[in-house]
């Protein structure tokens, strides 16, 4: 189980966050026989952090080898070919899944009919919004929120309910939000 985060979390505890593109994907078996999956990014743009090269390669836990399949519940391994902004949670550990909050640190980039980049969940929902972090928000009935696992989105996103939705957040919007809550200026 992952707990739900919030935009400023995310922000705050990911070393590292790019846009960028997946260029591979390969799946090894290491002599533990444990399958791990290294995926290739071109960084197209740092957002946060610092890395001195245009390209990244991250590891995640399952994957196929063979006939020899390590399925982790709730993956979602970035696509080749896939642009998208990545939320990094360490760039010196080994984790099962580096991105920070899971599915939540991994977001979509997808042009729309008229040619702007949107951003998108990793399932493909339109992110339409920001709010405040509802983290120190009051309930309606007067209780602190408690703490709740992901459903894969960052708690303070509004999100459309269907992919065929229109519109939603371009990607200079949601990095300008993201620079907003980092204090610095695009």
Known sequence: SVLQVSLDEIIQKSQFVFEGKVTSLET?????????TYITFEITDII??????????L???????GDLTLAVGDMQYPKEGEH???FVESLDRFQVN???GWSQGHFLVERDAKGIERVLTNKGLPVTGVTDDVSNQQTAAGKENT?????????????AEDA???GGLSLDEFKKVLYQRMGKSQ
Do not use: A, M
């Open 147 to 159: 703490l709740s696992l992901s459903k894969g989105v960052v708690r303070d996103l509004s999100v």
């Open 84 to 86: 998208g902004i990545y």
């Open 164 to 166: 065929k939705d229109n």
């Open 28 to 36: 090894e078996k290491n002599s533990q026989k444990r399958i791990h």
């Open 59 to 65: 590891r995640f836990l399952g994957g196929t080898v």
């Open 98 to 100: 580096p991105l920070y």
């Open 48 to 57: 946060k952090g610092e890395y001195n090269s245009n390209i990244i390669k």
